[in-house]
């Protein structure tokens, strides 16, 4: 297995590293007083994973697969899914909330379109709220991608 960070050019990298750490704060000043310090952990973990996804996604689109390794992320993904159980348990107690959804997807065009705009929503968002549905639901579009690709 390579090392994550082999997967990224320098800038990009820290550019990747900035926007999670910068979503992380924002999302956990936003949710406390709900979200405990455990909550938090998990909250940030499930930040750092959509980004982080969000960026190999854009390179797995671009049909450049063979420095990639597949394998790594649905491994990262599912991973991530005890964290993401806890934040959606947590976001369940909240008022004035939505439901997460995520419709099945026909073909690979159609998910990566989907995802980007969600994506694209999930950063734009100011309340924690919504911002926090949307990381939902990409998570979510995580856990078909990996069911979908991995060959363990």
């Known amino acids: 297995m390579t090392d994550r960070n082999s997967d990224f050019p320098g800038r990009r990298h820290q550019a990747t590293h900035a926007l999670v750490q910068e ?9 406390r007083p709900a979200f405990v310090a455990s909550d938090i952990e998990h909250l940030n973990g499930v930040v750092r994973l ?6 190999f ?16 992320e649905c491994l990262s993904i599912i991973s991530g899914i005890d964290s993401f159980l806890s934040v959606f348990g947590t976001y369940n107690m909240l008022r004035d909330t939505e439901e997460i959804s995520v419709h099945w997807f026909e073909n ?6 989907s995802f980007r705009t ?6 734009d968002a100011d309340r924690f709220e919504p911002k926090c549905r949307y990381l939902l639901e990409l ?14």
């Open 57 to 72: 996604l854009e390179e797995f689109s671009s049909g450049d697969r063979a420095s990639l390794d597949v394998g790594y």
């Open 23 to 31: 979503t992380q704060r924002a999302m956990a000043a936003g949710a």
């Open 50 to 55: 959509t980004i982080e996804f969000a960026f």
């Open 118 to 123: 969600k994506y694209a929503a999930f950063l």
């Open 108 to 113: 690979p065009a159609e998910f990566q379109k």
């Open 139 to 152: 998570f979510k579009m995580q856990i078909v991608f990996a069911g979908a690709t991995y060959v363990g």
